[in-house]
């Protein structure tokens, strides 16, 4: 969008406000981001793995002049800026084994890659407001675009549920804005590899205590609901924990009843 170079020079540094940068890397790994852009149907959702393989723009006088630009300056090799930001980044993906993939929806036939698909990713059609937005100054947030495909070197605990994987590489310490490692998402990490072999974790800094590991208790809740698994395999609510007589709490400062 045109903007006024200072503006434009506030706005992008990559130094405070990283969240406005995307890199794009021509074969990498990466996941797509939203369900709106890719075809559920076949297999191609949120969460899906794909490999990086190329930009496209809309306009064409934006893309002969951006093709033109990376074959100048990709000569020499490093970080390559664009001026204009790709309307779509072309992904492959592994179609699904269960689901017929129509040619017509494939930007690479099937007789030419039998055992890969091209997909046009654009931007995610409905961003969190909260969660794509940055600070400049003061009380002044902007909200962003993003495509819905980012490089994809990792997966969180939270998409690898269900998932299962020939090794897993886990990182057991927190990172800046990350949850904390629990009982739960330790046996997450755990039970997604094949066998207990293939298990590894990143080196520990010398601020981490294993001895933290030892302490990790499952929830109550959890403990509840698998007491309650009877020997058919099937859940069967029981009165041991429901019977209990309910605590309640007063607080002096505002008489709100806790319970």
Known sequence: MDCPPTLHNLLYNENLRPELFAYFVEGAPGQILDNENANVNYGACNG????MVSLSWDCPIQEASMRELI???GENGG??????????????????????WPNELNLAPSSVRANEIHLPIGKIVRPDPKRYSCHISGSVNVRYTVHAVDLGFAITVW????GTFPFVLAMLENICGGKPLTYERAYVMFSRAIAASRFRCFPQSHTFKVNKLFHLRPKILAIKYRMDIGPDGYWHERNSFTDLPQKKRFCSKDHAELS
């Open 79 to 100: 970080v390559i800026e664009l001026p204009y930001p790709p309307d779509h980044i072309i992904v492959s993906i592994k179609p699904n084994e269960y689901a017929k």
């Open 48 to 51: 899906t793995t794909c490999k």
């Open 71 to 73: 074959q100048q300056q």
């Open 159 to 162: 998409k690898a549920q269900g």
